[in-house]
């Protein structure tokens, strides 16, 4: 069974950083897409960043980019979000989501990410 | 970027209808066209891909068609637990936006 696990949301200051990390079991984790997804509350969905198979290439959201970076430890089936510069706007639940065949196939539960002073 | 545009953002049906929910691309998109659902307090779930192709589990009643930039979710006979949010998401190319959503009650 396909399980995503996001984890390291909570409450942090305008301007500081937050790590969040996805555990993923249930699959070959190497082999897939990944990405981050968040939700303001109340609002839509808005992706945030995406990682190929090995981590060799990435693409963002033009709101998060030089702010945020998108990694994987494929040894370890883990992707990870780290957020750098967090305002006000960056809170919301963030998930993270398998990519397959430009579908995202599998989600996790969510994380919260609350940025205020 | 590719904006998507849905329609209606609300609509209020009964259980049996059929419920039609549109989808507009800002520019041609193909098939790469998603649709989710989601639930209060949940993940999206995945419905639709490739414009019409049914996701595993996904009951019969969902369809999905379109290329280019004009789609359309459609619930066949609609149930009380198709209450919920719609979203359409392009997968043409990044950012890989998203519709603005469409909120589904039943009367």
């Known amino acids: 069974e396909v399980q995503l696990v996001e984890s390291g949301g909570g409450l942090v200051q305008p301007g500081g950083s937050l790590r969040l990390s996805c555990a993923a079991s249930?699959?070959?984790?190497?082999?897939?897409?990944m990405h981050w997804v968040r939700q303001a509350p109340g609002k839509g969905l808005v992706w945030v960043a995406g990682i190929n198979s090995d981590g060799s290439s990435t693409r963002y959201a033009d709101s998060v980019k030089g702010r945020f970076t998108v990694s994987r430890d494929n040894a370890k089936n883990t992707l990870h979000l780290q957020m750098n510069s967090l305002r006000a706007e960056d809170t919301a639940v963030y998930y993270c989501s398998r990519g397959y065949n430009w579908k995202f196939d599998y989600w996790g539960q969510g994380t919260l990410v609350t940025v205020s002073s | 970027d590719i904006q998507m545009t849905q329609s209606p953002s609300s609509l209020s049906a009964s259980v049996g209808d059929r419920v039609t929910i549109t989808c507009r691309a800002s520019q041609s998109i193909s098939s790469y066209l998603n649709w989710y659902q989601q639930k209060p307090g949940k993940a999206p779930n995945l419905l639709i891909y490739?414009?019409?192709s049914l996701q595993s589990g996904i009951p019969s009643r969902f369809s999905g068609s379109g290329s280019g930039t004009d789609f359309t979710l459609t619930i066949s006979s609609l149930q009380p637990e198709d209450c919920a949010i719609y979203y359409c998401?392009?997968?043409?190319?990044?950012?890989?936006?998203f519709g603005q959503g469409t909120k589904l009650e039943i009367k």
């Open positions: 490739a414009a019409s």
């Open positions: 249930g699959f070959t984790f190497s082999s897939y897409w």
């Open positions: 998401q392009q997968s043409y190319s990044t950012p890989y936006t």
